[in-house]
């Protein structure tokens, strides 16, 4: 079941978030680029 919810997906309750990814080693745009700035550490584990 699919649930639309309105708000900062950063202050989820959930147990995970998921953000998609291309191979380009690059997160510049939309949610791609809210999810570097939110956890850089993944960002850098995405990149090796």
């Known amino acids: 079941m ?11 309750t959930a147990d995970a978030l998921v953000n998609t990814v291309n ?13 570097k700035k939110e956890f850089p550490n993944n960002y850098k584990a ?3």
């Open 23 to 35: 191979t380009e080693g690059i997160m510049g745009k939309g949610i791609a680029l809210q999810f």
């Open 2 to 12: 699919i649930t639309f919810k309105t708000g900062n997906i950063f202050e989820s």
């Open 46 to 48: 995405y990149r090796e």
